[in-house]
């Protein structure tokens, strides 16, 4: 067996796909809350009949629709990057990555693309009712394919509903529900597109802080920074929730993320969580992860070493007990595969048999190095404290704006109104930060503990690969820094003055 990898090959890869994957989070996020925000807003005109609240919609639906366009031109080359970049993962488990992904191709893109165009163009050329509900139709399709795509990065986190067919060597799916409905997908969801509204809500609340710190388009900037702020705040509650949980299942599915993330190295019945350097709180990991007062939480060197006690009763393997089970599937897999090709169909059986019990340790075959198990804990560990960190300022921050709007005292404060505009750059940092801890707290698994990275790629001159990443990168900034000019030009020119 040919066990050369490449690492420049692979390391490539996987930089520009995280070049693609992260230009294209710069939209998508956006897309879902604002499309959420817009909804209300038209829903509030059609409720009031009040024209006011028409341009209102119009005004923030001229921004949904140039990110829009961008994100829908990211979206498509991260894509086909799956079967450039990493065809050998497309092999292995295209029968169930494809069937999410094509679900949102035939049915929530086509969906949210037919319905965009009644919405941005339909405007006084079909009934109120039916611009209405185009609206929220285009804001669903956006949402419905979020859940698709999310289907299939859960699955990669945790795969469920499938077996390993040795005879066609691919994963292949035995239930679509466990698939499409997985706890770790519906958590995903949650916690995904909440923080997506998040994003539209911090976004329509520094352009409406904006305009009032300027003195313009007053009544425009108050309507919109109320539905913003209290949108906001449901938004943070919903991802606070959602995170809550997801920080459960993490350390059920994937303990060596949730210790990257806090940089822990030995595990403990009573954990602590790291603020940041000495500063701790007590105890506070172990109720996070388990939301039990006392259950262990094992460490990196737990989990590299092995040993600690399971929640079954068993004993953790360490890292290189699983590797050498890995070691012994893949030979299993040779043996099947050459008895097999001669027709013995005794030890083919015999050999099947040997694989599908080792099966759950074959991605550790591939394994070259334990050290390799170990993803970058000080890139995880300060990502994670970036997303929280932030988190908690923007509930402080919607807080802060909503009394001082109960209050009519939002003019008072001009500083809090430059705060919250910027405020808008910060929201991306922290989606960032976020897919950071999501993605890289993966490595070294494209799909957690059964394939590698260095086994899921193409078989390609990394030169070509280095070649189309600058190419990306070169093109994804031009398409950024367009987008970001366009609004910037509808911001400054501002909404009809006929609104005030």
């Not at 990898?5 to 809350?33: E, K």
């Not at 009712?129 to 669903?140: E, G, K, P, V």
């Not at 070691?327 to 694989?355: H, I, P």
């Not at 031009?478 to 020119?493: F, H």
Request: glycine share 8%.
């Amino acid at each position: 067996m040919n066990l050369y990898i490449d690492t420049s090959l692979v390391d490539w890869s996987r930089a520009q796909f995280a070049l693609t994957a992260m230009y294209h989070w710069l939209f998508v996020p956006l897309t879902l809350g604002l499309g959420v925000i817009m909804g209300i807003m038209e829903t509030i005109y059609f409720v009031k009949k009040d024209d006011f609240w028409k341009r209102v919609t119009q005004f923030w639906m001229k921004l949904f629709a140039v990110n829009f366009a961008v994100g829908v031109a990211t979206g498509l080359i991260l894509e086909f990057e799956f079967g450039t970049n990493w065809s050998n993962y497309s092999w292995i488990v295209g029968d169930i990555f494809g069937a999410p992904l094509a679900i949102e191709g035939i049915v929530a893109f086509f969906m949210e693309s037919t319905f965009i165009a009644v919405m941005y163009f339909g405007w006084n050329k079909v009934s109120r009712s039916f611009h209405l509900a185009s609206t929220w139709l285009t804001t669903l399709g956006a949402t419905i394919s979020a859940w698709w795509i999310l289907v299939a990065n859960a699955w990669m986190q945790h795969p469920v509903g499938m077996e390993f067919n040795p005879e066609t060597v691919r994963h292949e799916m035995t239930s679509f529900l466990s698939v499409a409905f997985s706890p770790t997908a519906v958590v995903k969801f949650v916690h995904t597109v909440s923080s997506g509204w998040m994003t539209g809500a911090i976004f329509v609340i520094g352009v409406s802080c904006w305009y009032l710190v300027r003195g313009r388009s007053l009544r425009f900037a108050k309507a919109s920074l109320a539905v913003g702020t209290a949108f906001g705040l449901l938004s943070c509650a919903f991802v606070m929730l959602s995170g809550d949980f997801s920080g459960v299942s993490v350390a059920k599915t994937q303990p060596m993320k949730l210790a990257s993330f806090e940089g822990l190295y030995d595990g403990s019945e009573h954990a602590p969580f790291t603020v940041a350097g000495p500063i701790k709180i007590p105890n506070m990991l172990t109720l996070l992860a388990t939301h039990k007062f006392t259950a262990f939480v094992p460490g990196i060197n737990d989990l590299i070493n092995g040993g600690y006690p399971l929640p079954d009763g068993t004993t953790a393997l360490s890292a290189e007990e699983k590797m050498e089970r890995g070691r012994q599937a893949v030979a299993n897999f040779s043996a099947f595969r050459e008895a097999l090709r001669e027709g013995l169909t005794a030890e083919a059986a015999m050999a099947r048999g040997e694989l599908q019990e080792l099966m759950p340790y074959f991605g550790y075959g591939k394994i070259q190095d334990k050290a390799e198990l170990v993803p970058p804990v000080p890139l995880l560990f300060w990502s994670f404290r970036v997303m929280v960190g932030l988190g908690g300022f923007f509930v402080l921050l919607i807080l802060a704006l909503l009394y001082l709007q109960l209050k009519d005292q939002i003019l008072r404060f001009p500083l809090l109104l430059k705060v919250a505009f910027w405020t808008i750059p910060l929201v991306y940092v922290c989606s960032q930060a976020g897919w950071i801890c999501a993605e890289v707290g993966r490595q070294p698994w494209a799909i957690q503990d059964l394939l590698p990275v260095s086994a899921a790629v193409s078989s390609l001159q990394s030169s070509s690969v280095k070649l189309t990443f600058f190419l990306f990168l070169a093109i994804f900034t031009l398409l950024l820094i367009a987008e970001i000019r366009i609004m910037c030009r509808v911001v400054k020119k501002g909404p009809e003055e006929s609104e005030n």
